[in-house]
Every structure is written in C-alpha cells, then in structure tokens.
C-alpha cells in the first residue's frame, strides 16, 4: 500500500509543540479538517491519540497503521473515541488477536488487512459488522468462517491462501459482495456460494474453469475474472 504524503495541515500540526495544548477556539485547525487527518491515518501515533481525546465522541472513521500500533494503542484509542464505525488497522505487524477484544459494539466497517492474526481473532468481532477486509491474513483458515458476524454483507478474503472450498460453503447466506481472488479454490465451491451474491470477485483463481460461469448465482450483477488462465475467452452472455 502506497505511504500517504504529508498534507500542509499535517506539517503545521507537526510544527506545533504540543497537539493537546492547541486551543479549542484555534482557525488553523477545524474539526473536519482535523477528523479526517484521523480518518486517512496521517498522524504519528502520539499526535493521534490526543486528537482522538479531543474528538471523542464525535469521531466515527479511524486509521491506525504501522508497527506503532500496538493493542494497548489501539485501546486507548478507541476508549476515546467509542463511537467509530469504520476502523481500518491494516498493515499493524504488532496488533494480536487480543486486540480486537476491544472492539465498538456499533462498529460496522473493519480492515485487518495483512495482519497476523489466526481464527481466534474473529471471535470478537462485533455481530452488527457489515463489511469486513481481510486481505492478505495468511493465517487464517477455513474454521474461522463459521465465526463470522451472521449479518455481514462485504467480505474481502483474497491473498488468504488457506481457505479451501469448503469454506465458501459455510459463508453468511446474507452476502452480496465476496472478494476470493488469488486464492486456491476450483469449481467445486461455486456450487455453495451465497445465493444473494451481486459481486463475485474470482481475479487470480487459476484452478478455475471455463464451466464455472454456468454456475454463478442467478442475481450476480458484477464479476471479475481477470487472470484466470483457464477461463478463455469469456462471454458476457453466458453471465446468470
């Protein structure tokens, strides 16, 4: 994932000596702006967490990522500010299992993205979770899935190498979108998708067939196939 560049708001925030001591009442700094400094994860940790303080309540989208972000980080954070519906801590080599223990009961989006974490770590997920990325766990395997919050919609489970197709059949039924791309599973599991699937994302599954697509879900609306050698020559007309 590409570094995100200083923004000229960061730089003044950098400039500054102490984030918690900058007034309430300061032009520099409104509260949007501020927001989504914390929203993109454009702050070193420390700057973070007092602005998070000073937020509170208000703040609904967090980032965290990097080594810094440890559980005791990601803790404090979210103690102040318990309202976050969409939290990505992606890229945080040092955040465990433990960590999501944490959690905001409320929080509907979530990206664990190349983490380390194992099955045990979808245990605490909220069961209100809507959307769910887990790109690049490579820890994780196909016994988590029966873990997995019953409402969620969005599931992004690509680079997870082992998942095998027995997984797919013990999705969420309620699922409209699914990323497995660059994952190992064949044709047998096409059988078993949810049948409320719109967006099926399959780019990089090489152990695909040219059969497969007489098998889709009935109401897919959107599919990606990129990269897969034995699905030649594709036809739109032969879609669900």
Request: charged content about 20%; overall charge negative; some cysteine.
């Amino acid at each position: 994932m590409k570094p995100i560049s200083s923004s000229p708001l960061q730089e003044n925030l950098d400039s500054s000596l102490e984030l918690k001591a900058l007034p309430q009442s300061s032009h520099l700094f409104h509260h949007k702006e501020l927001a989504d400094l914390l929203k993109k994860g454009e702050l070193p940790i420390g700057q973070a967490l007092e602005l998070a303080k000073q937020l509170g309540l208000s703040l609904n989208e967090l980032t965290l990522r990097g080594p810094e972000v440890t559980n005791q980080v990601l803790e404090d954070m979210l103690h102040a500010c318990p309202n976050i519906q969409e939290l990505d801590i992606s890229w945080c080599p040092n955040l465990t299992d433990a960590a999501l223990s944490k959690l905001p009961k409320d929080l509907k989006i979530l990206d664990l993205s190349y983490n380390k974490i194992t099955n045990a770590a979808i245990d605490h997920l909220p069961q209100g979770l809507q959307t769910l990325i887990l790109i690049g766990c490579k820890n994780l395997t196909d016994t988590m899935i029966n873990k997995l919050p019953s409402g969620l919609q969005n599931l992004d489970l690509s680079e997870c190498h082992l998942l095998t197709n027995a997984a797919i059949g013990l999705l969420p039924q309620g699922l409209i979108s699914l990323d497995v791309s660059y994952t190992h599973i064949t044709d047998e599991m096409i059988d078993t998708l949810p049948k409320c699937l719109r967006s099926l994302n399959l780019c990089g599954c090489r152990h695909l067939t040219g059969m497969t697509l007489n098998k889709l879900p009935k109401g897919l609306l959107h599919l990606s196939v990129c990269d897969c050698p034995n699905l030649i020559d594709i036809a739109i007309d032969r879609l669900p």
